[in-house]
């Protein structure tokens, strides 16, 4: 595939800059909606959510701040339906990512005004001009909350159930087999641990491997290990009968990493009144929009194939490694602590406990959304 903006072969070093560093980018896309039935939609998808999410999710909301909570219910709680206008919203994420569906489908009518999403990430909620909330892997919430402690998890928008692909061809048949082959990934971000996770179950480490460059149709590494689309496009560009997929499972039946692709506001923006009035609107729109894709994952095809650049028939071949969480997924926190002590050695800083990095997460949000 070509490397034009937006297409799968464009998401290269700027692409996963974007979807795991947040760096601002100059375009930005704009989605709007205001249909008669978004409202009813999201009735319906939330009261299907709240029924009843994705069995290995997690979808019950983790440990927050109480505090939150309290100023929640200050703010609204469950005092009754919330009929004033809606506001507009900024999200700052990768604007190609899979992962927006839920977002791209609530701004067809689930929320019904605009939502403009501007290529970035969590560092947008920054500075001048900050978003008011921001996508990105969990990987780069801890890399900006080291200094931005005042960034929080409020929302799993999606969990990316990342693969491993390797070449036959090269003599990989076991994930033992990438020793001293060359595997495309980008380093420091969430397909980074990814692969650091998955060579650990068979104690190899990224020393064991040659690093590749970011996947994409007909790359030259051994094997990738990276999000989609990109995957699929590595993945659908090998010869018929080549490809060797890796995905690998704990005791428990949880995949050994998936990604936790959420959404992030400020605290001070939790405890603006109007702010968060807006955000647990949006995160209501969210919850209904995931049920929805859960359903049916061809409900957002024809909102992702412009931004993601994919055809329908790769999109959804990738739609089967994302999980539409619709809530906060419970072990948020067990997935960080682990991650954290990679990220810190990475970096060469000092690790945070789990009771440091616990305040990252507040569920308030979502408490309060599906009270309402």
């Not at 700027?14 to 100059?26: E, K, N, P």
């Not at 709240?50 to 309290?70: C, T, Y």
């Not at 890796?246 to 001070?268: C, I, M, P, W």
Request: negative net charge; glycine residues 12%; contains cysteine.
């Amino acid at each position: 595939m070509s490397g034009a903006p937006g297409s799968t072969g464009g998401l290269g070093s700027a692409g996963s800059m974007a979807h795991q560093g947040g760096a601002a980018g100059a375009s930005a896309s704009v989605v709007a909606g205001a249909s008669s039935g978004g409202a009813a939609n999201a009735a319906a998808g939330a009261a299907a959510t709240s029924g009843g999410a994705p069995a290995q999710g997690g979808a019950s909301s983790s440990a927050g701040s109480a505090g939150a909570s309290a100023a929640g219910a200050a703010h609204g709680g469950s005092a009754g339906a919330d009929t004033a206008p809606y506001p507009d919203i900024t999200l700052a994420g990768l604007t190609t990512a899979v992962e927006l569906a839920p977002v791209r489908l609530a701004a067809t009518g689930a929320y019904p005004a605009q939502v403009t999403v501007t290529s970035g990430g969590v560092d947008n909620l920054f500075g001048s001009n900050a978003a008011l909330v921001a996508t990105n892997a969990e990987t780069q919430a801890l890399r900006s909350s080291v200094t931005n402690t005042n960034l929080r998890i409020i929302f799993t928008v999606c969990e990316g159930l990342y693969r491993v692909v390797g070449k036959k061809s090269a003599g990989i048949t076991t994930l033992a087999d990438l020793k001293g082959k060359t595997v495309d990934y980008t380093a420091g971000t969430s397909a980074a641990y990814f692969l650091h996770v998955m060579l650990g179950t068979v104690n190899l480490t990224e020393s064991d491997v040659k690093t590749g460059s970011a996947p994409a149709a007909n790359s030259h590494g051994d094997a990738a290990a990276y999000w989609e689309p990109n995957m699929q496009a590595y993945a659908g560009s090998l010869a018929a009968g080549d490809a060797v997929e890796f995905q690998q499972k704990d005791a428990s039946g949880q995949y050994v990493y998936r990604e936790l692709f959420n959404l992030h506001a400020t605290a001070e923006s939790l405890a603006d009144p109007t702010k968060r009035r807006t955000i647990v609107r949006f995160v209501k729109a969210l919850i209904a929009t995931s049920a929805q894709i859960t359903s049916d994952p061809s409900v957002a095809y024809p909102v992702l194939t412009g931004p993601t650049g994919t055809s329908q028939a790769d999109l959804a071949k990738s739609m089967n490694y994302e999980r539409y969480a619709g809530s906060l997924v419970s072990d948020a926190l067990d997935v960080l602590v682990p991650e954290e002590a990679w990220h810190a050695k990475v970096n060469n800083r000092t690790a945070r406990t789990r009771e440091q990095l616990a305040p990252l997460i507040d569920d308030s949000i979502v408490k309060e959304a599906l009270a309402n």
